[in-house]
């Protein structure tokens, strides 16, 4: 079956293209939020051999499909003929709590970023290494050159972050672009640099640094999103798209600069302080928290909720704990299904928990995830606790990334430097608990009565 058959069918059996309103993907996941749920064949969609799960997650409809999702997505919107979440305007779904729409938000905007971000963050990891042992100078043009491309990102992120926010919130992108290069203008940034007080038509503001911030440029286009519909409003078509852009960029820069800037900080800052402050408190608590409950937020979608916290604590604190505590959550799921692996006898199951195993090492939990651990339940149970131990180990340890990167083997040398082998010994640990739990306690054969495996070897 094509992708193109496989994305024909997971539509038909949601309802057809009529009861999609919207539609969207994450790292694994086709999300879809429809006018009428009861639609949903989820026995006929779980049946398809490219479908690994079908969840709902506060009213939205997500199909699980792995890594490869993002070669379905593009054959999902040739086929409805119609882009996606991208191009929703933010208010239009009224009947999503506050928390999902938040998720939701943060998802959309952050997931066409992962790979570009793992791929800084493995270089920024080399970096560190290389200085660390003295193989390169980082006085020397080629430190200087490889720094550029590893920090761009970071550094620039208020630009890439308007790109992704504008597709969101459905706003004129050159426009988006342009507001977000106004908060990294040079003259603004040696003006902070110096502390200057400024004002602006007579109004005094204090100026706030913007490289790597967040919040101010997420309000801003949203903000733009709404002075766009008044533009369309008033403006006579004639003339909209020519001075559009002049009304928007003198009400939506100002107002992020003076109101939305310091409104991202006190933000950033609050998270920042909240989080050390837990952290200091008993990291190895905290580690052991996040490593037990990562996955369960991973099942339902809320773990994109902290991604603001790890931005806020790389952009505060030069790093970020967290990535280090959830990594051994991820493995420790493949843990689970190695497990299952050495204790089954069925050569069908052996054949699906192989590849859900190696993923993991990758950083992509969500194979075993639906294709074994929850099917059976108690390895799940078993890489909760798998996970919960090997976040407390490098809890404990005060392992960190220096940079935006989910753990996995790849990614090592983004968590170089302090806690580096609480790292280590907390990921593969998760793996090896996990493993052991489950051969003798989480997994035997009898289980295998009543579930289908048929098609889940993906």
């Known amino acids: 079956m094509t992708k193109k058959e496989v994305v024909a069918q997971i ?8 009861n999609i309103k919207n539609f969207s993907h994450c790292s694994t996941r086709l999300r879809f939020d429809l006018y009428d749920n009861h639609l949903v064949k989820k026995e006929e969609l779980n049946k398809l051999k490219n479908v690994m799960s079908v969840v709902e997650v506060a009213g939205q409809t997500q199909v699980v499909i792995g890594p490869e999702v993002i070669y379905y997505y593009p054959e999902l919107e040739t086929l409805l003929n119609r882009n996606g979440k991208g191009e929703v305007a933010p208010n239009e779904d009224v009947s999503k709590g506050v928390i999902s729409k938040f998720i939701d938000i943060i998802s959309s905007l952050f997931t066409p970023l992962i790979d570009v971000l793992i791929g800084a963050g493995i270089l920024k990891g080399v970096l560190s290494i290389c200085t660390a042992f003295k193989w390169l100078d980082s006085t020397s043009g080629t430190f200087q050159i490889l720094n550029a491309a590893s920090d761009s990102l970071y550094y620039f992120l208020p630009i890439v972050l308007a790109i992704t926010a504008s597709k969101r919130f459905k706003t004129n992108l050159f426009v988006s672009v342009t507001i977000a290069g106004a908060l990294l203008y040079p003259n603004l940034s040696t003006l902070y640099d110096q502390g200057a ?10 100026l706030t640094a913007f490289k790597s911030s967040v919040f101010p440029i997420i309000f801003a286009i949203l903000l733009l999103s709404y002075v766009e519909k008044l533009e369309t409003k008033f403006l006579p078509e004639s003339i909209r798209s020519r001075i559009a852009p002049f009304f928007s960029l003198i009400t939506v820069v100002p107002i992020t600069i003076m109101i939305f800037g310091p409104i991202g900080a006190s933000l950033s800052n609050g998270i920042a302080t909240v989080y050390s402050t837990i952290y200091n408190w008993n990291p190895t608590v905290a580690g052991g928290f996040i490593g037990a409950l990562a996955q369960v937020m991973v099942v339902f979608g809320v773990h994109w909720g902290l991604f603001p916290i790890i931005f806020s604590n790389i952009e505060k604190l030069g790093f970020d704990t967290i990535l280090a505590v959830f990594g051994p959550s991820i493995i420790a799921q493949s843990g689970a299904t190695l497990g299952v692996f050495l204790k089954t006898k069925n050569p069908e199951l052996k054949k699906i928990t192989t590849p859900t195993t190696i993923m993991g090492f990758f950083g992509i939990s969500e194979p075993a995830i639906y294709a074994v651990n929850l099917k059976f339940k108690k390895p799940f149970i078993m890489a909760i606790i798998g996970g919960g131990i090997g976040g407390a180990i490098a809890g404990a340890t005060g392992a960190r990334a220096l940079a935006v990167a989910v753990a996995a083997v790849p990614t ?5 430097g302090t806690g580096f082998v609480g790292f280590l010994v907390g990921y593969f640990g998760a793996f090896i608990i996990s493993a052991i739990l489950t051969y003798f306690f989480g997994f035997d054969d009898s289980m295998l009565e009543g579930i289908a495996l048929e098609g889940e070897n993906q």
């Open 11 to 18: 539509v038909n059996n949601l309802g057809g293209n009529e």
């Open 197 to 206: 007080k400024l004002t602006f038509l007579g109004i005094p503001f204090v």
């Open 412 to 416: 090592f040398p983004a968590y170089f």
